[in-house]
């Protein structure tokens, strides 16, 4: 069974950091890409960073891009977010998802989906 598992989602202030780990179980780990997204009420999920960890190659969106930091651990098939220097728009559930060998920010494109982490970024 296809299983991914999003955790380290929270309040924090403008400015604060936090960091997202989603455990992957029941597929081959590096025959995926692991993105993570996010979406709020009213708005579609919206792809915001992917990595291969075959390659380590990443792909961000430029809404986060020098701010969020993927990266992913092969031998726990665990992937992370470090986000930094957060802002209030960045306030949404945050979702991890794989796609066989995919390195898209195209939600579309996901075989498989986490739960959800729910991040509120406070002004």
């Known amino acids: 069974e296809v299983q991914l598992q999003a955790s380290g989602g929270g309040l924090v202030q403008t400015g604060g950091s936090l960091r997202l780990s989603c455990g992957a179980s029941?597929?081959?780990?590096?025959?995926?890409?692991l993105g993570w997204f996010r979406q709020v009420p009213g708005k579609e999920r919206e792809g915001i960073a992917v990595?291969?960890?075959?390659?380590?190659?990443?792909y961000y969106s430029d809404s986060v891009k020098g701010r969020f930091t993927i990266s992913s651990d092969n031998a726990k098939n665990t992937v992370y977010l470090q986000m930094n220097n957060l802002k209030p728009e960045d306030s949404a559930v945050y979702y991890c998802?794989?796609?066989?060998?995919?390195?898209?920010?195209?939600?579309?494109?996901?075989?498989?989906w986490g739960q959800g982490t729910l991040v509120t970024v406070s002004s």
């Open positions: 998802g794989a796609a066989f060998f995919g390195k898209s920010l195209n939600a579309a494109t996901y075989d498989y």
């Open positions: 029941g597929f081959t780990f590096v025959d995926y890409g």
């Open positions: 990595m291969s960890p075959s390659d380590g190659s990443t």
